[in-house]
């Protein structure tokens, strides 16, 4: 089939998917910010409504999923630049 499209020309495929390749930096801060707080607000009403073994057990989970919530966040935007370096 032929799209009208000279073989080679890549800039017909560049806005065809209507993807902002950026990173949204701004975007991803805000919503780690968000997820952190959350978390750690939940974690420590949790953690601190039950106290003792359980309520240290609810803030080592709470300091777990912090660190995952960075981890992942941190992972997505190295992902895109070591994609966009490639």
Partial sequence: MDSGVP???DTADAGAGGDDP?????SRILV???ELTVVGIT??????TLGGPPGFVVYLFTT???VAILFY???????WWV????
């Fill in 22 to 26: 950026s990173p949204r930096l701004g």
């Fill in 73 to 79: 966040n941190v992972n997505d935007l190295i992902a």
């Fill in 7 to 9: 073989d080679g020309d």
């Fill in 32 to 34: 780690t910010w968000i």
């Fill in 64 to 66: 777990l999923l912090t």
């Fill in 83 to 86: 994609q966009a370096a490639a």
């Fill in 43 to 48: 974690g420590g009403l949790v953690g601190g």
